[in-house]
């Protein structure tokens, strides 16, 4: 069964500053999507980056940008420039046969300013 | 992008009556969309993938006669809580998959439903 795995419940940090936030997964899959979606506390679910895994190349969206090892089946969340807005619980999320989502367990993100 | 239009955003019910739970999607036309349910910081949990003009796959122990979902349009998908109970009481999240054309590019969500029964 795939699994998703965030090892971090929670993370700190400063304002401007860069963090990085932890996903594996299990999968016997060689196709799949991987996903962060970020929580903010009004609890609307927003799609923050996607990877395919065919691709080799790490996905970036302007301060976001992934870490994708497929063979570690690693797939990490760099924010750049930490802002106050980023705030939010960030969930990792793998697609796999039939479009499901199985999601992490969730990391808390607290930025300080 | 694709927008799923979620209503209502909190409900407050007696317990033992019903509470429907109605999803949009907007200027797309979805026909599958999934229901997930969220304890307080914990973890979305997939219900149910609801497929236009067709029944619904559940998931393993989610009880089919408990929550009842109906996708009878390509925009339209419910969920129905029946005789509700306050162990019912979460937080019921719709979501959809967002094409733009061939293309895809994620899952797109609904605002959430908190659901208290009391």
């Known amino acids: 069964a795939q699994t998703v795995t965030q090892s971090q419940p929670e993370m700190s940090v400063q304002e401007a500053e860069t963090v990085t936030l932890s996903c594996t997964y299990d999968t016997s899959e060689s196709d799949y999507y991987l996903f962060w979606y970020k929580q903010p506390p009004s609890r609307q679910m927003i799609l923050v980056i996607r990877q395919e895994a065919y691709k080799q190349q790490n996905a970036t969206e302007n301060r976001f940008s992934v870490n994708f090892q497929k063979a570690a089946k690693s797939f990490s969340l760099k924010i750049s420039d930490s802002q106050l807005g980023d705030a939010a619980m960030y969930f990792c999320a793998y697609r796999y046969y039939g479009n499901k989502l199985v999601f992490g367990a969730g990391t808390i993100l607290r930025v300080k300013s | ?118």
């Open chain 2, 1 to 118: 992008g694709a927008v799923v239009s979620q209503h209502p955003s909190w409900v407050i019910c007696k317990s033992g009556t019903s509470v429907k739970i109605e999803c949009r999607s907007l200027d797309f036309q979805a026909t599958t969309m999934f229901w997930y349910r969220q304890f307080p910081k914990q973890s979305l949990m997939l219900m149910a993938t609801s497929n236009e003009g067709s029944k619904a796959t559940y998931e393993q122990g989610v009880e089919k006669d408990k929550f009842l979902i109906n996708h009878a349009s390509l925009t339209l998908s419910t969920l129905t809580v029946t005789s509700a109970h306050p162990e019912d009481s979460s937080f019921y999240i719709c979501s959809a998959r967002d094409y733009r054309g061939e293309v895809f590019f994620g899952y797109t969500f609904g605002s959430g439903t908190r659901l208290t029964v009391v």
